[in-house]
Structure formats: structure tokens, C-alpha cells
């Protein structure tokens, strides 16, 4: 082929595909703009930035659609106005139609490389991008879920308000935001433990590990919500643990069980729920990360945030089982007492690790020797251990708080509760003090309800040694549950399925543009017409084929079971999905190529 007929035939693909591409790229930009912006509402600064960011991601995906278009198009007017005929008489090389197919090879060898590149490096940022734009406010979110839906869900747990609204923000703490909801009522729910005997579950729904029921109500006519966003800070290149910590501060409150057995109790006055560890809301996906951070992180799979949580959840657990039994061990010693010093957070230079700092104050609680404190284990990974002593007499436990400057402030009560959440970054536990049945200082008699006292504590060295256990640990620890192995070895493949999932289908979107390409070429010599609609109907089959293929694949991959994931892996069938489109396209190029060179 002639260096102008080439020419010719290739400025006039690359004029009708950056046309096409750029339509297309601007409707999927509003496409994916639609939900986000129903969903959780935007402001205009959000809007626009939503809409620079969409847009390199979705030109790219615009590409096998327009590549394909364009050669349709091309060739079709080619075909339509007799030039192939032409071309034939004028003795092209190679036969009229594959000498023809030439423009169009290279054209979508360019299209294929320039699409390889900006699935590798671009789409991911720029993806990441809108996440993190759509997240940046946390409080606004949660205000806009709650004015369309009543309702939220902070993991195990859903917020029911009838209005929710922004305060002004505080000066002193710039990391925090706050939200203030009226008429509030918050739900527990419990997860069953499958491994449980229990004959009143006859269901077999209760069978399905993921099934949970409501366990306790709080009731409030307020709350104010806080919200440590650190995770969102760092969200990009972060795979530790930085989840968003949430406390509920409530007012006039009142807790209750589903069930008032079991020693379960309820109560009035409750002042807070929480703290809560709901997880960044900027999900580790492959989908936003580069080609580098994916082959980073399939060597090193316990980089990944997701793993790292698994075995954070597991430390956590430790840590406080062993916090809980350090407290059961000294309310159950001689003097049947525990001491709690609370401290106070730091925050240091930027890039520095908080520090804690000592107060004067000092929390004791006291037994009589009439009672034991015993710790009740949590029933899944997810939930709390909890120390508890339930006492026969109004005055089995004592509490008191040592202010300087300030008279003792005391409080007995029938019931006790003791709930802890390790913080290891900052090095402290906070504590949970309910008493339950309380009768304060100066009360003749019990009262109904219960006191909540939240205070902070230095984490002791040898809970805080258990943070170096990493992954390689826990799949060798024998205490590990058969559930909590599932769990574990479920996220590490279902993290290589992802992985070879999102590589594969990058490469797959980007071979697909040169295949896509023949095929159009082809399409377009065989109908013979410049009908632009005509055209799109043809050329839309084998690419809505390819992309369904590949998403199809993609979630096959991520399709991984709870239970022997090893064995019963997806990850071979859905990269053949993901590929199959592919294949089908280029026996379709190939077979009408060489019918077109046979005529």
C-alpha cells in the first residue's frame, strides 16, 4: 500500500474514533456522575470534580467501542463508494483487503498500547481520585443518608434519626468531624455461631454464619456523632490498619436487650455507644492501583490492607483478652481491686507517632468478697470479649474517681461491666466502665439504669508486644478457630483472584481494541454502507460481547467460597472469561478477512 492511500484510510480512523470516543466518554462521565450524586448528594465543587476525574477513566473504556465504530465507519464508505474496487483495479499488494486492513492494524495496534497505558497508570489515580472525592465528608454523608433514608449502617450496627445536621466545626480538633441527630435509635445485631448447638434454632437460615438478628436497642432523644477520618488521609498507599473510629455521645438515652434473660440487663441514662472501628470507606480494590502496586502486592500479599485487617481484628482480640484477664486477675486477687490511670493524647509533629501523656486522676473499682469477675469471650472475631460481675447485693461493686482538687465522687452498684478496645498507633485501651443498677453518691437507694464512664489507659509492654504478631503467625496458630482459618486463607486468595483478575482484564480491554478494530474493518468491506446508524448496530454486537466477557470474569474471579477456597478456586474459569471474548472476536476477524481475500 501506497504511503497516501495509507494515509488517506488513516487520518480518517483516527478523526471519526477521537469523535466518537469523546461522545461516548462524556455520556459514561454523567452515567457514573448519576448515582453518587442521588445517593449521597453533591455539592457543585464535588460535581466538578467528579467530572474531571471520571473523564480520563471513561475515555479509556470508550476506546474498544470507538475503535471499533471508527473502522466500521471507515471502511463501510470505502466499500459504499467503490474504492475497494478501485484499489483491486489499480493492483494493490496482498490482495485488496488485507492490503486495505493495513491502516486499520496499525491503527488499532496505537489504540491498543495508548489503552494498555492508561489502564496501567492513569485510570487507577484518577479512579482512586473520585473515591476519595466522594468520601472527603464524611459528616455530609452521613447527614444525606439519614435526610433520605432515616438510616445508616455502622457495621453490625444501624442508626435510625429523624434529622441529622452539620455543627460548626471545632478549631481544636481539625481531624474530627461532627454530626447531631434528633430522635435516634440505634440496633445491635448479633451474629449466630454456627458451631452453637442450640435446638430452638431450627431454622436453617440460622445455619449461614453471615445471618444476624437483632440483640440490643438504645433509644435516645439525641446523639452527637464523632468521626476520626485519619484512614482518609492516607487512604492511596495505606494497607494497615487506619479504619474510621466513631463515638456515639447520647443524650437521655435508654438501653435495652431483645431478650431479658440470660442476666441481661437494661437501663436508663446510657451516655454514649461506641467507640466503633467501622473500617475505611475507601475500600482497598485493585482497581486503584497502578501496575506497579499490583505486582507489589501479589508478591507481598501481607501488605494488603484487607489481610492486615483479618489479622488486626485477630491481635485485637488478643490484646484484649489478655487486657481483660490482667483486670479479672486483680479484681479477683487479695484486694480485689483494679486501678485505671487515665491518659491523655498527644499529637506530635507531622509524621509523628501520637504520644500519651499521665493525669492525675486515677478510677478504682472494688469487689466484695462475696463476687468474682469472669470474662465472657466474644462469640465472632468482629465482636468484643467483656469482663463481667453480677453481684447479689446493691453495693457488691465500688467505684471511684480521684480528681485533683476535688472530693471523691463514688458509686456502688449490683452489676458491672467492662468492655476494652485496644488502640495500638496511639499505644493506649480504652475502657468501658458500665455499672449497672448504680446508686451514686448521696442516694438512699438504687437506681434504676446504669453509668457509662469511658476513659483511656496506657497500653501495658506486654499487650503491647502482641502487635508484632504478623501473618505467617496466625496461620500456623493452633488457637485459631476453624472459622477464623477460613476466613484468613478466603482473603488471601480472594486478594490473588483479584489481583490476576484486574491484570488480566486490563490486558484484555487493551487487545481487544486491535481485535475490535478487524473486526469493524471487515464488517464494514462486507455490508458495504457508509450508514453511520447501520454501522453502530453492527459494530456494537462483538463489543458488548468482549465487555461482558470481561466483567463477567472479573466477578467469577472474585466469586471465591468461605469454605475451601484453595480447592474450589474461580480464578481458572474467570480469567478464560475474561479472554474468551477476546478469542470469539479474533475467529470472527480472521474467518471474514479470509472469506473477504478469497472473493
Not at 494497607?239 to 443524650?251: E, F, M, Q, W
Not at 461491666?417 to 485496644?422: A, F, L, M, S
Not at 498507633?425 to 439504669?449: C, F, K, N, Y
Not at 446504669?450 to 503467625?473: F, H
Request: proline residues 6%.
Amino acid at each position: 500500500m501506497g504511503r497516501t492511500l495509507f494515509w488517506y484510510v488513516f487520518k480518517d480512523l483516527v478523526k471519526i474514533f477521537l469523535m466518537t470516543s469523546g461522545a461516548l466518554a462524556g455520556i459514561l462521565s454523567f452515567g457514573g456522575l448519576l448515582r453518587p450524586l442521588t445517593q449521597q448528594g453533591l455539592d457543585a465543587g464535588q460535581v466538578g470534580k467528579i467530572l474531571t476525574y471520571f473523564t480520563p477513566a471513561m475515555t479509556t473504556y470508550s476506546f474498544p467501542i470507538a475503535a471499533l465504530f471508527a473502522a466500521t465507519v471507515v471502511y463501510g464508505r470505502l466499500s459504499a463508494d467503490n474504492e475497494l474496487t478501485a484499489c483491486r483495479a489499480g493492483g494493490l499488494s496482498l490482495g485488496p483487503f488485507l492490503g486495505m486492513a493495513f491502516p486499520a492494524m496499525v491503527f488499532g495496534l496505537i489504540v491498543a498500547i495508548t489503552q494498555l497505558l492508561f489502564l496501567c497508570y492513569v485510570v487507577p489515580v484518577y479512579t482512586l481520585k473520585v473515591e476519595k472525592v466522594l468520601y472527603s465528608n464524611l459528616a455530609k454523608l452521613i447527614v444525606t443518608r439519614i435526610d433520605r433514608t432515616h438510616k445508616i449502617e455502622f457495621g453490625d450496627s444501624e442508626v435510625y434519626a429523624q434529622r441529622a445536621f452539620i455543627p460548626p466545626p471545632d478549631p481544636s480538633h481539625p481531624g474530627q468531624q461532627l454530626v447531631i441527630l434528633t430522635g435516634v435509635s440505634i440496633v445491635a445485631y448479633e451474629h449466630h455461631d454456627p458451631n452453637k448447638d442450640d435446638p430452638k434454632l431450627r431454622d436453617d437460615r440460622f445455619k449461614d454464619p453471615h445471618f444476624k438478628k437483632p440483640g440490643q436497642f438504645w433509644l435516645a432523644s439525641s446523639a452527637t456523632v464523632k468521626i476520626d477520618d485519619r484512614s482518609l488521609r492516607d487512604s492511596d498507599e495505606s494497607t494497615g490498619d487506619s479504619p474510621v473510629r466513631l463515638l456515639i455521645g447520647l443524650d437521655g438515652a435508654n438501653k435495652f436487650p431483645r431478650e431479658l434473660t440470660g442476666g441481661m440487663q437494661a437501663g436508663v441514662g446510657v451516655g454514649q455507644f461506641g467507640p466503633l472501628d467501622i473500617g475505611s470507606p475507601i475500600k482497598e480494590d485493585p482497581k486503584f492501583m497502578t501496575v506497579s502496586r499490583l505486582k507489589r502486592l501479589y508478591e507481598h500479599p501481607e501488605k494488603s490492607r484487607k489481610i492486615n485487617d483479618v489479622v488486626v481484628s485477630f491481635l485485637r482480640r488478643d490484646q484484649q483478652t489478655l487486657y481483660l484477664n490482667q483486670v479479672a486477675l486483680q479484681l479477683n486477687s487479695g484486694q480485689r481491686q483494679a486501678v485505671f490511670l487515665p491518659v491523655v493524647r498527644q499529637q506530635g509533629d507531622a509524621g509523628a507517632e501520637p504520644t500519651v501523656s499521665p493525669t492525675d486522676e486515677r478510677v478504682v473499682i472494688t469487689l466484695s468478697d462475696d463476687v468474682s469477675a469472669y470474662i465472657v469471650p466474644a462469640r465472632k472475631v468482629e465482636q468484643d470479649a467483656e469482663l463481667q460481675v453480677r453481684g447479689v447485693k446493691p453495693d457488691a461493686i465500688r467505684l471511684d474517681y480521684y480528681r485533683p482538687g476535688e472530693p471523691v465522687a463514688h458509686q456502688t452498684s449490683k452489676d458491672l461491666n467492662i468492655r476494652v478496645r485496644p488502640d495500638s498507633p496511639d499505644r493506649i485501651v480504652d475502657v468501658t466502665l458500665e455499672l449497672l443498677e448504680r446508686t451514686p453518691q448521696g442516694a438512699t437507694r438504687p437506681m434504676s439504669g446504669q453509668y457509662t464512664e469511658l476513659i483511656s489507659v496506657a497500653m501495658p509492654d506486654d499487650v503491647k508486644k502482641l502487635r508484632d504478631r504478623k501473618v505467617g503467625y496466625y496461620e500456623q496458630a493452633a488457637e485459631l478457630t476453624v472459622n477464623d482459618k477460613q476466613r484468613l486463607q478466603h482473603e488471601i486468595v480472594a486478594l490473588g483472584n483479584g489481583l490476576m483478575a484486574e491484570s488480566s482484564s486490563r490486558a484484555s480491554f487493551a487487545v481487544s481494541c486491535l481485535i475490535l478494530v478487524l473486526v469493524g474493518c471487515a464488517l464494514g468491506m462486507m455490508f458495504r454502507s457508509g450508514n453511520f446508524l447501520t454501522a453502530f448496530a453492527v459494530s456494537f454486537i462483538p463489543a458488548l460481547l468482549c465487555i461482558t466477557l470481561i466483567v463477567a470474569g472479573q466477578q467469577t474471579c472474585r466469586a471465591v467460597p468461605w469454605t475451601d477456597a484453595i480447592k474450589h478456586n474461580p480464578l481458572k474459569f474467570g480469567v478464560g472469561l475474561i479472554w474468551s471474548g477476546n478469542v470469539m472476536n479474533a475467529l470472527i476477524a480472521c474467518s471474514l478477512l479470509f472469506r473477504l481475500q478469497r472473493q
